[in-house]
């Protein structure tokens, strides 16, 4: 267990540090085997795709990459009642909040005879990338496939990794079917957002890819984002990570509770407490100590507490100080009045505030999306939502009389940078309307 960090005891140098997230893997070797898979995928397509599939994930796919879609609809048979109940109350809630965020398009004169407008379309081919790995997650499958249902997203593609009998989990698949996903397919890591980015002659491309993933596929999702053949992606993100902004009112068993929750997902999840009590972060400390072993995945879990920090700050208003140079991925807040804390906090992917608002309520379903900005982006990027899944664009429409207003405005600044045929295009159109210039 980590010791406690007296915050005013720190330099600059090594509160900098105290802060810093978990070092990524190794970056040159990561980047050279994931550019390798990108154009193995771009030249040989889907033969690369079931190659790689083979490879690691152990999966032959005699019948090819895309699930048929009868299996899709069939996966509820093979859920419980509570696991179906569950399900679908996280669908109709997240479906609730992302239905609240339709945009509204706007149309109005700025001058008379001069229309402008803001309209939004959906996306039209959007990739839902879906992790593997020991638990399947159609919580991911929800947030990323009831966002392009609501905003009308024509084809939204779905890849996840098959187990070794070439299977999808059933919740998964029930997930995507309440979303209407019927294109779903066998593929993970490195090659699927390959296939996504750059289309096979299974696989269409996308326009957009989603999801979160392991260093291969945050690598790999950063490399088609930067080539103008690939695809764009959501974010950019690292490992998942909890900050619980607390004081000594909290209960130190559930701020122990939620670092564990965040500490579960992985070795190199990044657990964080502040608080102004240093009583009181012992009695967290202690909390994680008696919750850790009784945990299914206690073994991941304890790697990722080894990476915590427990600091201790000299009142709320620094704490609230270092929680915003932190900008959590989750932050979460423990205090007397969390209201009124949670108005002062400028930079995190999610908020949750107060002691009955788990990471895990977001996580699955009150509502809000759980695809958040990761290693520190929570500073200038944005949670999910579904504005993700449309684009805006504008339209104008003038008339002669709203051109003559103006006209002369356009030519004297075209002018004064010294673009002579926007000029040009103003003042011929201007001479048309006096009737100067015949048609």
Not at 134 to 148: D, F, K, N, R, W
Not at 375 to 401: E, H, K, P, W
Request: with cysteine; aromatic share 6%.
């Amino acid at each position: 267990m980590p010791q406690a960090i007296i915050w005013n005891d720190l330099s600059k140098p090594m509160q900098t540090a105290v802060l810093a997230r978990p070092a990524l893997a190794n970056s040159a070797l990561l980047k050279d085997t994931v550019s390798k898979i990108l154009l193995r995928v771009q030249t040989t397509g889907d033969q690369a795709v079931l190659d790689y599939t083979r490879e690691f994930d152990r999966a032959e796919l005699k019948d090819g990459l895309r699930l048929p879609v009868a299996l899709i609809a069939q996966a509820k048979a093979a859920l419980s009642i509570d696991v179906i109940s569950a399900i679908d109350l996280a669908y109709q809630n997240i479906k609730t909040f992302h239905e609240a965020q339709i945009p509204r398009d706007i149309s109005i004169e700025t001058q008379p005879g001069v229309l402008c407008e803001q309209r939004h379309v959906a996306l039209e081919t959007v990739g839902l990338y879906i992790p593997g790995g020991s638990a399947p997650l159609p919580s991911t499958v929800l947030m990323l496939g009831v966002s392009a249902q609501v905003a009308g997203c024509e084809l939204p593609i779905l890849c996840t990794p098959p187990s070794p009998q070439g299977k999808i989990a059933p919740e998964i698949l029930y997930a995507a079917h309440k979303c209407g996903i019927e294109h779903i397919y066998l593929c993970g890591g490195a090659q699927a957002i390959g296939a996504m980015a750059y289309g096979t002659s299974t696989i269409p491309k996308a326009d957009k890819i989603f999801g979160p993933g392991n260093s291969f596929v945050t690598e790999a999702k950063q490399q088609v984002s930067k080539d103008v053949a690939g695809a764009a992606i959501d974010m950019p993100a690292g490992p998942s990570e909890v900050l619980v902004l607390a004081d000594k009112y909290a209960n130190p068993s559930f701020v122990a509770s939620d670092l564990l929750s965040q500490a579960e997902h992985g070795p190199d999840s990044q657990a964080v407490v502040i608080a102004d009590d240093a009583d009181f972060i012992k009695q967290v400390q202690q909390q994680v100590l008696l919750q850790l072993p009784k945990l299914s995945r206690h073994s991941i879990a304890e790697k990722s507490i080894a990476n915590s920090r427990f600091i201790v700050t000299d009142s709320l208003a620094q704490s609230i100080e270092v929680t915003n140079q932190y900008a959590a991925e989750h932050l979460i807040i423990q205090t007397q009045n969390a209201s009124e804390v949670a108005v002062k906090v400028k930079h995190a992917g999610s908020i949750f505030v107060g002691e009955f608002s788990p990471e895990s309520a977001g996580d699955y379903a009150s509502g809000t999306n759980h695809v958040l900005p990761t290693y520190g982006y929570a500073r200038n990027y944005s949670s999910l939502g579904l504005l993700d899944f449309m684009r805006r664009f504008t339209v104008q429409t003038i008339s002669r009389s709203g051109l003559n207003i103006i006209g002369k405005a356009i030519i004297d600044l075209a002018n004064a940078e010294g673009l002579d045929a926007h000029a040009n295009a103003v003042a011929l159109r201007l001479n048309i309307s006096k009737g100067n210039v015949s048609d």
